[in-house]
């Protein structure tokens, strides 16, 4: 149990070292832009979360993150923000919902299907944008990604709304218990009847929704649709499910421990910069942490089951 | 004599494969190692080609005792194993599969292709096999991968070759090939050793015969002298001893009725029915087509011909969905890999096939789970800590007690049981049955598909044989294990004692 409680501790004793090591790192300012940096890659990882339970991987998040984000932005400029935003969220889950479709109807690895839409949907986001950013866009749509509500980031309660969504699917609900069963074991899933195909299609669309709406959120910070974004940000999402105590084989995985996962990358990264670490220095971090959470992870669960 | 094995033993943890196993061969002749499923006949070759250690008992190779480690030291001095399912390199070529692990080669350790393509094929070329020293292995027919695999056991000098079952996956014609060339192995005096249970096409080859039961070697001498009721007799034995014995019922309405079903490339025209109240067991051969009837019944593969009906109703079942639906359930073979999500606590398996049950508008009622769970962990009497134990750490009793418990949550009245007793401890086997007449009493139908045939006369009501992917008899559940091997290993016409060598 205390094993599986490590990245929450990390996680608590990442904070308390950097409020000791560093005087800027207890601000509301640091800790707005903290939450703010990771709203995007933690949204984006609650979709993952769902897709890896299910036993599966979305590499094409990171082009659908630019897609929904560019053309939500397109639409905008003329039709307004809502129509903007709609756009936005529904390309991103026809993204998601094509990556379940050929997966299931191919029947192709997701690994190898995503890879194939990573570079389709970026194409197309490049394609359509002919590799230029978009500008116009109405300055109160800044709000989504820089707003406050009550005293904190607006970006936090949809997180948490978010959050919550997904952790009641997944607990209380049929749809994520069959995830759960069908990420443990596809076949025996097959054999007591639960709809297979169904549920995995309707997995990577909720993950392509998700998805959109953090498209939504990284234009809105920036104030562009960008259709070169989001490069890397399958991996960091990837990670974020991993670290907190994710299993690629499916079956495993949880909302608090993604929403973990995150937090720990999102003050790694804030607290070299805070310490002036080398920003080089930072990906090597990373990168070694990645390893080392699902190493301990993994000796946790032999333990268990020896 | 090459071979000699005298009271061989081997345990697989508490189950013990071999008693007492013994054999003799000689070079130059052809020796047929025959026994039920599970009598211990590939154990022992395991053990002789050093794919597994022995726990007792000696082995004498040219006189000399020996000990191999591993398949290599047995290959080096001279046995070889034909394996049942192939186990080449399928995108090699022939030639570099009859080479592989062995390649000659040049200075620089280049391997030296022209010479394993020209060496390949005098061997192909000698033997006349229909092969190519080319050709890429993953094209070839069963047939010819085991030809490969022949070749390559030549090509080490085999003066021993091992058969596991060759000719289960082979055609008539390409049977014969075999058969010629194990002939052919013999006048060269080499020794073979051929594991089967279909005697009538062995009379043609076979010298000696050796049989094993429950582990142990029951006879062994020249096949000449035994008619093929004697051999069915030294397989089956006399003795079955009874751990449970049940009362029939008075069957009741039709529930699953089968015409003429027919599903690619086993099944062929396949009729039976299932009434309430019955249990209606399902004998065979390894390989007679029973898993696949039961994966066809409950829509894992399309049919390619046939009707289903259910209380009389034509139902079109594609799907395990629609099987779930029509009331039917599948325990499989293989619990692990399809009847259990053994990474998930006991309490989600319970609800896996009937979560509607527990949910309200597609929300769970962890409530109503959590009692079903313990409902059900203390009816079946479920050794476990609490529902959120995970299923992978029962015991296999324990595991199948749940895989069962899936179906009775939702209320199923159809059941098919494959192999239901497969590695259980008798104690759980007899709750099992329990579980079963239980069923029947209370209306359900039941098909029990085993290989225990001692079970099959315990529990079922009349026993179904299947043989080759029909239904080859129906007996009554009082019969007798000679009946059912009969209908399940010989063509029941051919199945006197007429000799039937060529």
Redo the contacts between chains.
């Keep these: 149990m205390i094993q599986r409680l490590l990245p929450f501790f990390t996680l608590i004793a990442l904070f308390v070292i950097l409020s000791i090591a560093s005087p800027n790192f207890l601000t509301s300012t640091n800790l707005s832009s903290v939450v703010r940096q990771t709203a995007v890659i933690n949204i984006m990882a609650l979709g993952m979360t769902v897709i890896i339970i299910s036993g599966g991987i979305d590499l094409s998040v990171g082009s659908i993150l630019a897609l929904a984000g560019l053309l939500g932005t397109m639409t905008m400029e003329k039709h307004g923000i809502p129509l903007g935003m709609v756009v936005g969220l529904i390309a991103g889950m026809l993204c998601g919902f094509a990556n379940g479709a050929m997966t299931t109807s191919l029947r192709i690895n997701p690994f190898i299907v995503t890879l194939g839409t990573m570079g389709i949907y970026r194409g197309m986001a490049l394609i359509i944008s002919k590799g230029l950013p978009v500008h116009e866009i109405p300055p109160s749509f800044s709000y989504l990604g820089e707003g406050n509500l009550l005293g904190v980031p607006f970006v936090l309660w949809i997180l948490l709304a978010c959050a919550a969504v997904i952790h009641v699917k997944l607990e ?4 994520g ?2 995830a ?2 069908i990420g ?2 596809p ?9 297979v195909r169904f549920h995995i299609i309707g997995v990577y669309s909720i993950a392509g929704l998700l998805t959109g709406l953090a498209g939504m959120i990284e234009a809105s910070r920036l104030m562009t649709g960008q259709p070169t974004g989001g490069q890397g940000y399958e991996l960091t999402a990837i990670a974020a499910v991993v670290i907190g105590g994710g299993s690629l084989r499916g ?2 995985g949880s909302v608090l421990g993604t929403l973990v996962g995150a937090f720990i990358m999102g003050l790694l990264a804030n607290g070299s910069d805070l310490l002036g670490t080398n920003p080089y220095w930072q990906q090597v971090i990373i990168g070694g942490v990645i390893i080392l959470a699902v190493s301990f992870d993994e000796l946790r669960k032999r333990r268990m ?1 020896s | 004599m090459l071979l000699q094995l005298k009271g061989v033993q081997k345990k697989f943890g508490g189950v013990v494969a071999l008693r007492s196993g013994d054999l003799e061969v000689n070079a130059g002749e052809v020796h047929l190692l025959m026994g039920e499923n599970g009598a211990g006949k590939s154990t022992l070759m395991k053990i002789v080609a050093g794919m597994q250690g022995r726990d007792g008992g000696e082995m004498l190779w040219l006189g000399r005792s020996v000990n191999f480690q591993n398949p290599a030291e047995a290959a080096s001095q001279g046995i070889a194993m034909v394996h049942q399912e192939s186990l080449l390199a399928p995108h090699l070529s022939v030639a570099e599969n009859i080479f592989l692990g062995r390649e000659p080669r040049l200075p620089l350790g280049w391997v030296n292709r022209r010479e394993i393509v020209a060496r390949a094929a005098r061997i192909i070329e000698e033997h006349h096999f229909p092969l190519k020293a080319e050709w890429r292995v993953e094209k070839l027919s069963p047939a010819g991968k085991q030809m490969v695999e022949i070749c390559r056991a030549i090509q080490q000098g085999s003066s021993l070759l091992i058969f596991d079952e060759p000719t289960s996956s082979l055609s008539e014609a390409e049977t014969q090939e075999v058969f010629r060339i194990v002939r052919a192995l013999r006048d060269r005096n080499v020794g073979v050793i051929y594991i089967t249970h279909r005697l009538e096409e062995l009379r043609a080859i076979g010298d000696r015969v050796t049989v094993l039961r429950d582990g142990e070697t029951v006879h062994t001498g020249p096949l000449a002298e035994l008619s093929t009721d004697q051999i069915i007799r030294h397989m089956v034995g006399r003795e079955v001893t009874a751990i449970y014995t049940r009362d029939a019922l008075p069957p009741g309405d039709e529930m699953l009725r089968v015409d003429h079903l027919t599903c690619q490339p086993l099944l062929k025209d396949i009729s039976f029915c299932l009434r309430a109240g019955e249990i209606v067991g399902m004998a065979g051969l390894i390989g007679a087509g029973r898993t696949e009837l039961c994966r066809a019944l409950f829509g894992l593969d399309a049919l390619d011909g046939g009707e289903i009906r259910i209380s009389g109703q034509p139902v079109r079942i594609r799907s395990p969905r629609d099987a779930v639906k029509a009331g039917m359930a599948l325990i499989p073979e293989d619990r692990q890999r399809t009847g259990l999500a053994t990474a998930l606590p006991i309490s989600y398996n319970f609800t896996m096939a009937s979560l509607e049950r527990v949910s309200n508008f597609g929300f769970i009622d962890h409530g109503a789970e959590k009692k079903i769970a313990a409902d059900y962990t203390a009816r079946l009497r479920i050794r476990a800590e609490s529902g959120k134990q995970l299923a992978g750490r029962l015991s296999g009793g324990n595991q199948q007690k749940v895989a069962i418990a899936k179906w009775l949550v939702g209320g199923a009245r159809i059941f098919l049981f494959d192999e239901p007793t497969r590695g259980i401890d008798v104690g759980a086997k007899v709750e099992v049955f329990q579980m079963m007449d239980e069923l029947a009493r209370s209306g359900a139908a039941i098909l029990m598909v085993s290989s225990e045939m001692s079970e099959l006369l315990q529990v079922a009501d009349r026993i179904l044989v299947m043989r080759q992917g029909r239904i080859s008899g129906e007996l009554p559940g009082r019969t007798t294990p000679d009946q059912i091997m009969r209908y399940a290993a010989f063509e029941v016409s051919a199945a006197t004692t007429g000799d039937q060598a060529e």
Excluded: I
Excluded at chain 1, 172 to 175: P, S
Excluded at chain 1, 187 to 195: I, K, M, S, T
């Design positions: 209380h609900t049929r749809m218990r069959y759960f069963s443990s074991n076949d025996a899933a097959h054999y007591a009847g639960v709809p079956g495993e089951t």
